[in-house]
Structure formats: C-alpha cells, structure tokens
C-alpha cells in the first residue's frame, strides 16, 4: 500500500496542500499541489465555513489531480490572533539518583501546570533546556546523575473553537486533520538552517491577514507571537489611498508594490485603473510607496517590540527571516534591515527537496514545512496536541525531547 502524505495551509488569502509519497527508508518524493485563492478567513480565523470548504476542496482535488493519488489526512496549519504562547519552569525531585523517561514525564507535567483557560488548549509543548542539580543546558538530561530536575518549556495554546470550526471544514471538504500545527513553526522546518536555530533567529511570516513571529536561541523556542495585521491590511490602504477596487489594488501590489521609496526611481509610472467606469490614470510608483512604505514600517516596529519581549533579541546572530507573499515586495529586506537593524534575510523551503519551481517561494515555506513535519513521521510525538474530538496531547516526552534538539 501506497504510504500517502499531506500537508494543508489554510491561510488567509490561499489554500496550499502538498502531497507526496513516503518511502520505506524514510524518504520521500512530492507528488502533486494545489493553490487556490480563499475568502472564508479573516486574521487566520475561520469566517465563512462554506467558502473556507470549497477553497479546501478545491485545493486537495488540484494536488491529487496532480500527484494522481487520493488524499485522506493531512497535517494542518494553525494561524490566528487568537495563538498564545508562553515560557513556563518546572522543579521535580529525580527518583533513584538518576534521571529516567519517568522524571522527564514529571517534570513538564510540572512546567505546564499554568492556568489556561478552559475555552483553550496546549497545541505544542516545545522543551528549551533542561538543568540538573546545579548543571544548566543540558538538552537530554536521561541517564544523568542528580537529585533534582528542572524544566524550562515554552508553551503554544490556541482557541479550542478555532480548531474545531478548521477541522469540520477540512472533514467537509474530505480531508481528515491528522495534526493541527502552528505555521511559524512548519515554516521554520522549511526555511531555516540548524546552525541558525543555534546562534538566535527571528523567523517573522507576513501573511495575507496576521503576522506570525518565532524566535530560536541555542536550538530552542524562546518566544511566539501573532499579530493582527499582514498584507491584506496593505491592499486595503492602496485601495483606498487610490481609490480603486480591492482586486486590483491587490494586483498594484503584487507588480508595483515596494516596502520603501528607497529602491524605486522617480520617473517610474503606475497606470491605476479607475472605479465605476472612471478612466484609468497614471501615477507615479513613488506615490504607491508612500502609501505602502508606513504599513510595512508598522509591521516591522510591532515586530520589533516582540523580538525585544523574548528576551534574546541582543542574541539574534543570524538576524531575522522573512517568509510569506509580502515579503516580495520590492525593498522589504533594505526596510527590515533598517529597523531592526541587523542581518534580514528571506525564506525560502530550502528543506523541502523536489519542490516544483513555482512552489520555491516564501509564501510555500508552511505548507512545505507541514509536509515535512508529515514526512518524518513525527506527528503527534513533539508535543503536538489534537483538537477536540481528535483527543488530548499523548506522547513520550522523552520521544519529542530527542526530535526537536
């Protein structure tokens, strides 16, 4: 029997599924994709179910129509302002003078004791470092002599209704959520180098309706965060700053968009369609940065603000990462330099080999870092949690500790 895998980014402003087919030496080869645009989100969260249905459906019969094989479950992407997440510590005493699977199943049980809300649930238990007695970074603490083990977690908790309105689209539209796992953090398996995690990265996602920040340090998620503001807030300001449709304001910023008026020239010109019949007028590009260019700073200083909360924003050696469709904007890596000032860099899913040249773009790096996460065989093991009816977090620890280090 054919080992089918899929991953599903239900984004705001598109739908992408991935398929491909695993290999029983653990490899595997991408079969076939589907993108199709979708209206049925708003900031990541399910609006309209019926138009966030046909967009899943739609997008899974393009990817097998492709791959040729039938999707039945993929492994889903989890976005919206409704994600929280937060560090947590936990101290248990080591039974029998060594650290067993037992003692580490303590102490997380220990570090995510933190009040939740019952309208919430953990998605990701993700470990940072382990101390034993006085010894602090061990990352595998199995095995170690000690008396006393500390944990230090960082824990990713989403709306529980968010998950249940996703899953029954995805259940309608014939697809059955095999995981629900947070985007940034699929977009760094897709886009990021080891040795980046290692020396502190910021992975910012810029999609159609949020914002989406992770930071690694020493191999670790030391903060997450989503913000209410992404592209389609930028569409918006060209529409109405040139009164002109939504849909080709969208298109005026997908061609002639720029982040900065740094990088254009100023006899470059922009033909602006008219509204009700209006004659279409010339405008020069400049004046589309000018609309563009406070919105992407915007981004950029609130973004800023959350790599300073994490604590490890003086520890950024390998600077920041942008992904997603507005990172494309002409000028946005001179910008983000600007205002972050240190290296920026954009994301691609360089991880994901055999992605199609049309997918080797930064706003696939989700989907392809869902597929990979589906691809070794991983789900349900680091600390992912299911949503409803799917059941609670069930895993070793022990299993998700050794895979994300």
Aim: overall charge neutral; charged content about 20%; hydrophobic content about 45%.
């Amino acid at each position: 029997m054919r080992n089918i895998l899929a991953g599903l980014d239900v984004g705001s402003s598109k739908v992408c599924a991935l398929a491909a087919e695993s290999a029983a030496d653990s490899s595997f080869a991408l079969l076939g994709y589907g993108v199709v645009p979708c209206t049925g989100l708003r900031k990541g969260v399910v609006v309209n179910i019926e138009a966030t249905v046909e967009a899943i459906r739609a997008a899974a019969d393009e990817a097998e129509r492709t791959a040729g094989v039938r999707i039945g479950a993929a492994v889903v992407g989890v976005a919206g302002a409704h994600i929280r997440g937060l560090n947590s510590h936990g101290i248990v005493a080591v039974r029998g003078g060594e650290v067993g699977a037992r003692d580490l199943d303590r102490v997380i049980d220990a570090a995510r004791a933190v009040a939740i809300p019952l309208d919430r649930q953990v998605l990701h238990i993700l470990p940072q470092q382990f101390a034993v007695d006085d010894q602090e970074g061990v990352r595998d603490p199995i095995g170690m002599a000690g008396v006393r083990l500390e944990a230090r977690i960082h824990l990713v908790t989403a709306a529980q209704s968010y998950g249940q309105n996703l899953g029954k689209c995805c259940e309608r539209a014939g697809i059955t959520p095999a995981e629900m796992m947070f985007e940034p953090l699929a977009s760094a398996d897709a886009a990021l180098f080891p040795e980046e995690r290692e020396l502190g990265v910021a992975l910012i996602d810029i999609g159609g309706g949020t914002t989406d920040i992770i930071v690694f340090h020493n191999g670790a998620v030391m903060h997450t965060a989503v913000l209410p503001i992404g592209g389609s807030h930028l569409t918006g300001d060209v529409a109405a700053g040139l009164r002109t449709p939504m849909t080709e304001a969208e298109r005026l910023k997908i061609n002639y968009g720029i982040a900065t008026n740094l990088v254009v020239g100023r006899d470059e010109m922009v033909q602006v369609p008219g509204v009700g019949g209006r004659e279409p007028r010339l405008i020069s590009r400049r004046l589309l940065g000018e609309i563009m260019e406070p919105r992407m700073e915007e981004i950029f200083a609130m973004a800023h603000r959350e790599l300073l909360r994490s604590g490890v924003a003086d520890s950024l050696g390998s600077g920041v990462v942008l992904v997603g469709g507005t990172s494309l904007l002409e000028g946005t890596q001179e910008l983000a330099e600007r205002m972050f000032s240190m290296p920026v860099r954009r994301g691609l899913p360089i991880n994901l080999k055999g992605m199609p040249e049309d997918l080797m773009k930064p706003m696939y790096t989700t989907a392809a870092g869902l597929l990979l996460h589906a691809a070794a065989g991983r789900a349900g093991s680091n600390g992912l949690a299911r949503f409803g009816r799917w059941g609670r977090l069930r895993s070793r620890v022990t299993d998700w500790v050794r895979d994300f280090f």
